[in-house]
């Protein structure tokens, strides 16, 4: 089992139904392969876990690469995982509103992901602060 965190960035603001749109088609490859994850979008920036057979995972990812939707990813961390961190979805999901569910984490490492900072621990603190928001914050 492998697991692969990263992050990328809309070329443009995504609407409910665009993102609506991206989670379904995901959520119906992801099944199919037995990929799980989970995505977050914050302020134009995708942090997204996958998990599955390292095969999988890179096909997604390379799919993910390629998408005209994106630009700037950045692959955090990509390697084997002892277990499964989100299970239970084919592709948990949350959009984050700055000041109303967000930590605010999450808004200072989409903004240094746009200026190429990003600190050598971010997919563990990553990995971490989304474990933990889906624990309690996603159904």
């Given at each position: 089992?492998?697991?692969v ?10 609407s ?5 749109t991206i989670?379904s088609?995901?959520?119906?490859r992801?099944?199919?392969?037995n990929?799980?994850?989970?995505l ?19 096909a ?9 939707r ?13 277990k499964?961190?989100f299970?239970?979805w084919s ?10 569910d967000?930590?605010n ?15 050598k621990?971010?997919?563990g603190?990553?990995?971490t602060?989304?474990t933990?928001?889906a ?5």
């Amino acid at each position: 089992m492998y697991r692969v965190i990263y992050i990328s960035h809309s070329k443009s603001s995504m609407s409910d139904d665009e993102l609506d749109t991206i989670l379904s088609e995901a959520r119906r490859r992801n099944q199919a392969v037995n990929i799980t994850g989970m995505l977050l979008y914050c302020g134009r920036t995708f942090f997204q876990v996958l998990e599955g057979p390292q095969h999988q995972v890179q096909a997604t990812l390379d799919r993910v690469y390629r998408d005209p939707r994106h630009y700037r990813m950045k692959v955090l961390s990509f390697g084997p995982a002892k277990k499964r961190r989100f299970k239970d979805w084919s592709m948990g999901f949350r959009r984050l509103h700055k000041g109303m569910d967000a930590d605010n984490s999450f808004f200072e490492l989409s903004r240094n992901a746009l200026n190429y900072r990003i600190p050598k621990n971010a997919a563990g603190d990553l990995l971490t602060l989304m474990t933990s928001y889906a624990s309690t914050k996603l159904s």
